[in-house]
C-alpha cells in the first residue's frame, strides 16, 4: 500500500498522541514514595557516571519504544544531554522528547562510511558520477554543516603599541616579481588558542613592532631624479585588518576537512573583505590580514592569514606566527624564535655586488635553466591560441588535493634508494613520481622546474649581518631540469629522477641566480610548456609546534592556473609537508589529465579526493564568433532562446547536460541547458530523499523551462523505498507542477532509468528496474498529460470547439532502457564499476540520445518563437 499520512500527518499525530507515553517510557516509572535516602544516592551516582557519546545536532533513529511503537524508525535530532535525568532531550515531528540513550540509534556513523567507501572507493568513471562519494552517512561533520555557520565577527585594526620612525623599506629583486598578484590565503588549524580570544589583537600589536613592514602599505614612488617609479613598503603602522569571529560546537573543520574548507570561497576562513577606509578614504590594500575563528566552548580554533608576496615568502610568515604565538604565551620572545632581519636594501646590494659569470659558468648555469629564441616562445603562444579558436572553448584546468601518507612516502624512499638515490627527500620522490606517472600517461614536456629559498647563501655573502633571517621574498625564479624517459609502463626510474633533481637543486647558488635575473624572461618561458612546475614552502608551517595541520586557499591557486595551465599548458604541483608526517599534494593541470591520473593512481596508497572536491578553472579563451553571437545575442534577438530544464537524480546531475548543451550548439540551435539534478533523488514524496523537498526543484519550476528532461526512478527502486501506485502518482505529481503553467507549457521527456547492471548495489532492485519501472514511467507520462488535456477537451467538447494545439500538454517517454543494455544487459561497457551509474561514454551516449529525441520539437518551438517576433502588430501602442 502507498504509505500516505493520515490527515495532520503520522508524526504529528503520533507526536500528539503518545508524546506523554513515550516521555514517560524514556524517563521509566516514577520513584515510590518509600525509596530510601540510599537508594537515591545510588541512582544519582549511576546518572552522573554516563557520559553521553551523542553531540548536539546529531540525527538519531527511534528504537525499542514500547509505549510510542509508532514512533519506531523515525527520526529525530539531538538537542541538549540532560543531565538532572539521565536522557537525550531529542526533537521529534518539532516537539522535545526525553528518550533514553538505550532508544536512540545514531543515524549512519564512521564504521558505516569506511564500509561505502571500501565498497565504492575505487569506482571507473567516478569523474562523472560524484554521486558515488556524495552523502556518506555518519562521516563526522560535513564542509556543508559548517560553512555559514562562521558568526559575523569583529574586525579592528591592529597596529604596533610602540612605532618608531621606519625609514620605507625598498622592494629587492625577491620581492618585485610579486607586485601584483593575488593574496596567499593560509587556514592554519590550533588546537589550544588560549583562555580569551581577545588577547590576539594585543599580542599581535607587540609582534609588529619587531615587523613594522607588516603594518605598512605598499606604494610606487617616483625615483630621485627620474621619471621611472619604484615600489617600497612605507612602514607608516597603517595596521593589520584582525577579525575575530565564532562558530558553534563542533563548527570547525577537522584536520582532514580543513583543505577542502579552504577551496571554497564560503567557507569564512579568511578576510577577504574590501581595505580599510580611513579617514573617510579608501585605503591602501593591506600586506596581511588575519582572522581568527574561534570555536565556543572549546580551545579550539582557525587562523587565517592573507599576506601578500611583497611582504614575505612563508618562511617569513611562519617567523611572525612564532613571534605571536610566544607573546600570546607571555614569553616575549622564545628561544626558537629568530630576530627578523628588514634589511632589504642590504639584500640588494649584496646580491648585485655577486661577480657576473664566466663562460664557463654560464654553460654550466644554462644546463639548469635552458634558454630558446623568442620565435619558439611567440609560436607556442599562437599555436595556443589557434587551437582554442578553432576547437571553442577547451576543456580548462582543475585543481585536485591528493594525500600521502607516511607510508607511501617511506616506501617510495626505499623504492629510490634501491635505485641508487641514497637519502632522497620526500619532495624529490613525490616530484619524481608524479612527473614520470605523467610521462607514462601521455604528457608530452619532459622538463621539470623547481623552486629554492636561498636566504642561507645570502647570509653566507654577507657574514654577521642577519641576512640569513630575511623578512622578505628570497624563493628563485627557478631551476630546470629533465625528467628521464619512461621507455616501459612497467618501469618507472625513479632513483634516477632522484639523482638528477639532486644535483639541479645543489647547483643553485647566488651566481646561478644573479645569473638568471640577468636573462630574458621570455626566452626561458619554454621551460615551462607542457612541463611540471614545482613549489614546496610547506616546511615553515610544518615546523610550527603549535599547529595542528594548515591549508592553502585558491585565491593564488587561481592565479597561477590562469597564468601557467593556460596558456603554458603547465602542470603545477604544490607539496606541503604536515606536522602529522604526511603529505598534501596540490596539482594544478588540464582536467583531461586529472582523470586519468586519478585514475591510474593506486588508491591503496593514495588519498584520493572526491569528485565534488575538484576545482575548475575558467580562463578567457578567443572563442569563435557564432560562440560570441550565443554567448552575447543581440538586444533584438535575445529572446529566441530555448530553455531545457534538467531535473533527476544522479544520471542527471553528474554531466550529461553539459553534452547535451555541446550537441545543440554545434547543430546551430540556440538552446540553454540547465543541470537541476540532485544526487540520490526519488520521486516519491515519502522515500529517502524526495525530490520536492531540494531547493532545485523550486528553481526549476520558477526558471520557466520550455521542455523538462526528467530521469527520476533509479532510486525509487530501492527495497526500502519502492512502491509502485505511489511512484506513479508522485511522478505524476511532479511533471503536473510544470504542466500547470501555461505560458509557457513545457514538453516533458520522461527518461527510463538505465538497467542495473549489479544487483542490490546501493539497495536497488535489479528486477524492479527491468520489470516494473519502465512501465510505471509510462504511465506516469500518460497520465500527467491526461490530468491537463481531459478537462479542457471536456470544456471543448460542450461548446463544440476545438483545443488550441499549444494548450495541450505533451509528453513523451525516452527509453534509455533499451539503448543502454535492455533487460539483456548488453552493454556493461558504458557504467561505471558500481553497475549503476554511467561513465563518460555512457554519459555521452545518454545525452545524444536524449538530443536525437528533443530536436525536432525545440526546432519547431524556435520556429514559433521567430515567426512571432516576426510579425508587426496592427496596433503596437495598443491603443
Not at 526519488?682 to 520558477?702: C, G, H, I, S, V
Given at each position: 500500500?502507498?504509505?500516505?499520512?493520515?490527515?495532520?500527518?503520522?508524526?504529528?499525530?503520533?507526536?500528539?498522541?503518545?508524546?506523554?507515553?513515550?516521555?514517560?517510557?524514556?524517563?521509566?516509572?516514577?520513584?515510590?514514595?518509600?525509596?530510601?535516602?540510599?537508594?537515591?544516592?545510588?541512582?544519582?551516582?549511576?546518572?552522573?557516571?554516563?557520559?553521553?557519546?551523542?553531540?548536539?545536532?546529531?540525527?538519531?533513529?527511534?528504537?525499542?519504544?514500547?509505549?510510542?511503537?509508532?514512533?519506531?524508525?523515525?527520526?529525530?535530532?539531538?538537542?541538549?544531554?540532560?543531565?538532572?535525568?539521565?536522557?537525550?532531550?531529542?526533537?521529534?515531528?518539532?516537539?522535545?522528547?526525553?528518550?533514553?540513550?538505550?532508544?536512540?540509534?545514531?543515524?549512519?556513523?564512521?564504521?558505516?562510511?569506511?564500509?561505502?567507501?571500501?565498497?565504492?572507493?575505487?569506482?571507473?568513471?567516478?569523474?562523472?558520477?560524484?554521486?558515488?562519494?556524495?552523502?556518506?552517512?555518519?562521516?563526522?561533520?560535513?564542509?556543508?554543516?559548517?560553512?555559514?555557520?562562521?558568526?559575523?565577527?569583529?574586525?579592528?585594526?591592529?597596529?604596533?603599541?610602540?612605532?618608531?620612525?621606519?625609514?620605507?623599506?625598498?622592494?629587492?629583486?625577491?620581492?618585485?616579481?610579486?607586485?601584483?598578484?593575488?593574496?596567499?590565503?593560509?587556514?592554519?588549524?590550533?588546537?589550544?588558542?588560549?583562555?580569551?580570544?581577545?588577547?590576539?589583537?594585543?599580542?599581535?600589536?607587540?609582534?609588529?613592532?619587531?615587523?613594522?613592514?607588516?603594518?605598512?602599505?605598499?606604494?610606487?614612488?617616483?625615483?630621485?631624479?627620474?621619471?621611472?617609479?619604484?615600489?617600497?613598503?612605507?612602514?607608516?603602522?597603517?595596521?593589520?585588518?584582525?577579525?575575530?569571529?565564532?562558530?558553534?560546537?563542533?563548527?570547525?573543520?577537522?584536520?582532514?576537512?580543513?583543505?577542502?574548507?579552504?577551496?571554497?570561497?564560503?567557507?569564512?576562513?579568511?578576510?577577504?573583505?574590501?581595505?580599510?577606509?580611513?579617514?573617510?578614504?579608501?585605503?591602501?590594500?593591506?600586506?596581511?590580514?588575519?582572522?581568527?575563528?574561534?570555536?565556543?566552548?572549546?580551545?579550539?580554533?582557525?587562523?587565517?592569514?592573507?599576506?601578500?608576496?611583497?611582504?614575505?615568502?612563508i618562511g617569513g610568515l611562519s617567523n611572525l606566527l612564532r613571534w605571536l604565538h610566544s607573546e600570546l604565551e607571555g614569553r616575549g620572545r622564545a628561544e626558537d624564535v629568530e630576530e627578523p632581519c628588514h634589511e632589504r636594501a642590504l639584500a640588494q646590494e649584496t646580491f648585485e655586488a655577486v661577480p657576473t659569470a664566466s663562460e664557463e659558468e654560464q654553460e654550466t648555469y644554462s644546463k639548469h635553466w635552458p634558454l630558446w629564441p623568442r620565435a619558439l616562445e611567440r609560436w607556442c603562444f599562437l599555436a595556443r591560441r589557434l587551437r582554442s579558436g578553432?576547437?571553442?572553448?577547451?576543456?580548462?584546468?582543475?585543481?585536485?588535493?591528493?594525500?600521502?601518507?607516511?607510508?607511501?612516502?617511506?616506501?617510495?624512499?626505499?623504492?629510490?634508494?634501491?635505485?641508487?638515490?641514497?637519502?632522497?627527500?620526500?619532495?624529490?620522490?613525490?616530484?619524481?613520481?608524479?612527473?614520470?606517472?605523467?610521462?607514462?600517461?601521455?604528457?608530452?614536456?619532459?622538463?621539470?622546474?623547481?623552486?629554492?629559498?636561498?636566504?642561507?647563501?645570502?647570509?653566507?655573502?654577507?657574514?654577521?649581518?642577519?641576512?640569513?633571517?630575511?623578512?622578505?621574498?628570497?624563493?628563485?625564479?627557478?631551476?630546470?631540469?629533465?625528467?628521464?624517459?619512461?621507455?616501459?609502463?612497467?618501469?618507472?626510474?625513479?632513483?634516477?629522477?632522484?639523482?638528477?633533481?639532486?644535483?639541479?637543486?645543489?647547483?643553485?647558488?647566488?651566481?646561478?641566480?644573479?645569473?638568471?635575473?640577468?636573462?630574458?624572461?621570455?626566452?626561458?618561458?619554454?621551460?615551462?610548456?607542457?612541463?611540471?612546475?614545482?613549489?614546496?614552502?610547506?616546511?615553515?608551517?610544518?615546523?610550527?609546534?603549535?599547529?595542528?595541520?594548515?591549508?592553502?586557499?585558491?585565491?593564488?591557486?587561481?592565479?597561477?592556473?590562469?597564468?601557467?595551465?593556460?596558456?603554458?599548458d603547465t602542470a603545477y604541483m604544490q607539496v606541503f609537508p604536515l606536522p602529522s608526517g604526511s603529505h598534501r599534494l596540490l596539482l594544478t593541470m588540464p582536467i583531461t589529465e586529472i582523470t586519468a591520473l586519478l585514475k591510474d593512481l593506486p588508491s591503496d596508497y593514495f588519498d584520493l579526493p572526491h569528485v565534488s572536491e575538484v576545482r575548475s578553472h575558467a580562463f578567457k579563451v578567443p572563442l569563435p564568433s557564432s560562440v560570441i553571437d550565443r554567448l552575447s545575442p543581440a538586444v533584438e534577438t535575445h529572446h529566441l532562446v530555448v530553455r531545457v530544464?534538467?531535473?533527476?537524480?544522479?544520471?542527471?546531475?553528474?554531466?550529461?547536460?553539459?553534452?547535451?548543451?555541446?550537441?545543440?550548439?554545434?547543430?546551430?540551435?540556440?538552446?540553454?541547458?540547465?543541470?537541476?539534478?540532485?544526487?540520490?533523488?526519488?520521486?516519491?514524496?515519502?522515500?529517502?530523499?524526495?525530490?520536492?523537498?531540494?531547493?532545485?526543484?523550486?528553481?526549476?519550476?520558477?526558471?520557466?523551462?520550455?521542455?523538462?528532461?526528467?530521469?527520476?526512478?533509479?532510486?525509487?527502486?530501492?527495497?526500502?523505498?519502492?512502491?509502485?501506485?505511489?511512484?506513479?502518482?508522485?511522478?505524476?505529481?511532479?511533471?503536473?507542477?510544470?504542466?500547470?503553467?501555461?505560458?509557457?507549457?513545457?514538453?516533458?521527456?520522461?527518461?527510463?532509468?538505465?538497467?542495473?547492471?549489479?544487483?542490490?548495489?546501493?539497495?536497488?532492485?535489479?528486477?524492479?528496474?527491468?520489470?516494473?519501472?519502465?512501465?510505471?514511467?509510462?504511465?506516469?507520462?500518460?497520465?500527467?498529460?491526461?490530468?491537463?488535456?481531459?478537462?479542457?477537451?471536456?470544456?471543448?467538447?460542450?461548446?463544440?470547439?476545438?483545443?488550441?494545439?499549444?494548450?495541450?500538454?505533451?509528453?513523451?517517454?525516452?527509453?534509455?532502457?533499451?539503448?543502454?543494455?535492455?533487460?539483456?544487459?548488453?552493454?556493461?561497457?558504458?557504467?561505471?564499476?558500481?553497475?549503476?551509474?554511467?561513465?563518460?561514454?555512457?554519459?555521452?551516449?545518454?545525452?545524444?540520445?536524449?538530443?536525437?529525441?528533443?530536436?525536432?520539437?525545440?526546432?519547431?518551438?524556435?520556429?514559433?518563437?521567430?515567426?512571432?517576433?516576426?510579425?508587426?502588430?496592427?496596433?503596437?501602442?495598443?491603443?
Amino acid at each position: 500500500r502507498r504509505r500516505k499520512p493520515p490527515e495532520g500527518g503520522v508524526l504529528a499525530r503520533s507526536a500528539g498522541m503518545a508524546g506523554e507515553s513515550a516521555v514517560a517510557e524514556a524517563q521509566g516509572p516514577p520513584p515510590s514514595g518509600g525509596m530510601d535516602d540510599k537508594a537515591k544516592a545510588k541512582a544519582k551516582a549511576k546518572t552522573v557516571a554516563f557520559k553521553p557519546t551523542l553531540r548536539t545536532g546529531q540525527r538519531v533513529i527511534l528504537q525499542g519504544l514500547e509505549k510510542a511503537k509508532e514512533l519506531n524508525g523515525h527520526r529525530g535530532v539531538v538537542v541538549r544531554w540532560r543531565e538532572d535525568a539521565g536522557r537525550y532531550a531529542v526533537r521529534v515531528a518539532g516537539k522535545e522528547m526525553a528518550i533514553k540513550p538505550d532508544n536512540l540509534m545514531p543515524e549512519g556513523g564512521a564504521a558505516e562510511a569506511a564500509k561505502y567507501n571500501r565498497k565504492f572507493g575505487n569506482t571507473a568513471g567516478s569523474m562523472y558520477n560524484p554521486v558515488v562519494y556524495a552523502r556518506v552517512p555518519g562521516a563526522g561533520p560535513k564542509v556543508t554543516q559548517w560553512i555559514g555557520q562562521v558568526k559575523a565577527g569583529r574586525r579592528v585594526v591592529v597596529r604596533a603599541e610602540r612605532s618608531g620612525d621606519h625609514e620605507p623599506v625598498p622592494l629587492w629583486f625577491g620581492d618585485r616579481g610579486f607586485v601584483n598578484t593575488a593574496p596567499v590565503d593560509v587556514a592554519l588549524l590550533i588546537s589550544d588558542i588560549g583562555a580569551d580570544p581577545a588577547e590576539w589583537p594585543k599580542a599581535l600589536a607587540r609582534t609588529l613592532e619587531r615587523f613594522p613592514a607588516a603594518s605598512g602599505r605598499l606604494r610606487s614612488v617616483r625615483k630621485t631624479d627620474s621619471r621611472d617609479f619604484s615600489w617600497q613598503i612605507v612602514c607608516n603602522n597603517a595596521g593589520v585588518p584582525f577579525t575575530t569571529a565564532s562558530v558553534p560546537p563542533c563548527g570547525l573543520p577537522s584536520a582532514e576537512e580543513l583543505q577542502t574548507a579552504c577551496a571554497d570561497e564560503r567557507s569564512g576562513l579568511f578576510d577577504l573583505g574590501e581595505a580599510v577606509v580611513e579617514g573617510g578614504s579608501e585605503a591602501e590594500e593591506p600586506l596581511l590580514r588575519i582572522k581568527l575563528i574561534y570555536e565556543e566552548g572549546t580551545a579550539r580554533g582557525v587562523l587565517g592569514a592573507s599576506f601578500n608576496h611583497a611582504l614575505c615568502d612563508i618562511g617569513g610568515l611562519s617567523n611572525l606566527l612564532r613571534w605571536l604565538h610566544s607573546e600570546l604565551e607571555g614569553r616575549g620572545r622564545a628561544e626558537d624564535v629568530e630576530e627578523p632581519c628588514h634589511e632589504r636594501a642590504l639584500a640588494q646590494e649584496t646580491f648585485e655586488a655577486v661577480p657576473t659569470a664566466s663562460e664557463e659558468e654560464q654553460e654550466t648555469y644554462s644546463k639548469h635553466w635552458p634558454l630558446w629564441p623568442r620565435a619558439l616562445e611567440r609560436w607556442c603562444f599562437l599555436a595556443r591560441r589557434l587551437r582554442s579558436g578553432l576547437r571553442g572553448r577547451p576543456d580548462g584546468a582543475a585543481t585536485v588535493t591528493i594525500g600521502v601518507p607516511s607510508t607511501t612516502l617511506a616506501e617510495l624512499k626505499r623504492d629510490a634508494e634501491a635505485e641508487g638515490a641514497s637519502g632522497a627527500t620526500a619532495f624529490e620522490v613525490l616530484v619524481s613520481y608524479i612527473g614520470l606517472r605523467l610521462l607514462r600517461l601521455g604528457r608530452h614536456g619532459r622538463r621539470t622546474c623547481l623552486t629554492k629559498e636561498y636566504r642561507s647563501a645570502l647570509g653566507a655573502a654577507a657574514p654577521g649581518r642577519g641576512l640569513e633571517r630575511l623578512f622578505a621574498n628570497a624563493v628563485t625564479h627557478g631551476v630546470s631540469l629533465e625528467l628521464p624517459g619512461v621507455e616501459s609502463a612497467e618501469l618507472v626510474p625513479l632513483g634516477e629522477a632522484c639523482v638528477e633533481m639532486r644535483k639541479a637543486v645543489d647547483a643553485v647558488s647566488m651566481g646561478y641566480v644573479r645569473w638568471q635575473s640577468q636573462q630574458n624572461h621570455f626566452q626561458g618561458l619554454p621551460n615551462f610548456f607542457g612541463g611540471l612546475c614545482c613549489n614546496t614552502w610547506g616546511r615553515s608551517l610544518a615546523d610550527l609546534s603549535f599547529v595542528e595541520t594548515y591549508g592553502v586557499g585558491m585565491r593564488s591557486v587561481d592565479e597561477r592556473a590562469t597564468n601557467m595551465a593556460f596558456p603554458l599548458d603547465t602542470a603545477y604541483m604544490q607539496v606541503f609537508p604536515l606536522p602529522s608526517g604526511s603529505h598534501r599534494l596540490l596539482l594544478t593541470m588540464p582536467i583531461t589529465e586529472i582523470t586519468a591520473l586519478l585514475k591510474d593512481l593506486p588508491s591503496d596508497y593514495f588519498d584520493l579526493p572526491h569528485v565534488s572536491e575538484v576545482r575548475s578553472h575558467a580562463f578567457k579563451v578567443p572563442l569563435p564568433s557564432s560562440v560570441i553571437d550565443r554567448l552575447s545575442p543581440a538586444v533584438e534577438t535575445h529572446h529566441l532562446v530555448v530553455r531545457v530544464a534538467c531535473i533527476g537524480d544522479s544520471m542527471t546531475a553528474c554531466g550529461y547536460p553539459k553534452y547535451l548543451q555541446a550537441l545543440f550548439d554545434r547543430a546551430g540551435l540556440r538552446v540553454q541547458v540547465r543541470n537541476f539534478g540532485v544526487a540520490g533523488a526519488t520521486a516519491q514524496k515519502f522515500a529517502d530523499q524526495p525530490y520536492w523537498d531540494e531547493r532545485r526543484f523550486e528553481e526549476a519550476r520558477q526558471w520557466r523551462p520550455h521542455f523538462v528532461i526528467s530521469t527520476l526512478g533509479t532510486n525509487d527502486a530501492k527495497e526500502s523505498n519502492w512502491d509502485s501506485e505511489a511512484f506513479v502518482t508522485d511522478y505524476t505529481d511532479i511533471a503536473f507542477d510544470f504542466l500547470e503553467r501555461l505560458a509557457p507549457r513545457p514538453t516533458i521527456f520522461f527518461v527510463t532509468p538505465p538497467p542495473l547492471y549489479e544487483e542490490g548495489a546501493f539497495d536497488i532492485q535489479q528486477a524492479v528496474v527491468a520489470e516494473e519501472l519502465p512501465a510505471a514511467v509510462a504511465a506516469a507520462a500518460e497520465a500527467s498529460a491526461r490530468r491537463i488535456n481531459e478537462p479542457l477537451e471536456a470544456q471543448a467538447k460542450r461548446g463544440r470547439q476545438q483545443v488550441p494545439v499549444d494548450m495541450l500538454a505533451k509528453t513523451f517517454v525516452t527509453d534509455a532502457f533499451s539503448m543502454l543494455g535492455g533487460v539483456e544487459l548488453r552493454r556493461r561497457g558504458y557504467f561505471a564499476e558500481d553497475g549503476v551509474h554511467l561513465n563518460e561514454r555512457g554519459t555521452r551516449l545518454l545525452a545524444t540520445l536524449v538530443f536525437a529525441e528533443t530536436r525536432r520539437e525545440v526546432s519547431r518551438v524556435l520556429r514559433q518563437m521567430a515567426d512571432a517576433a516576426s510579425v508587426v502588430p496592427e496596433d503596437p501602442m495598443g491603443l
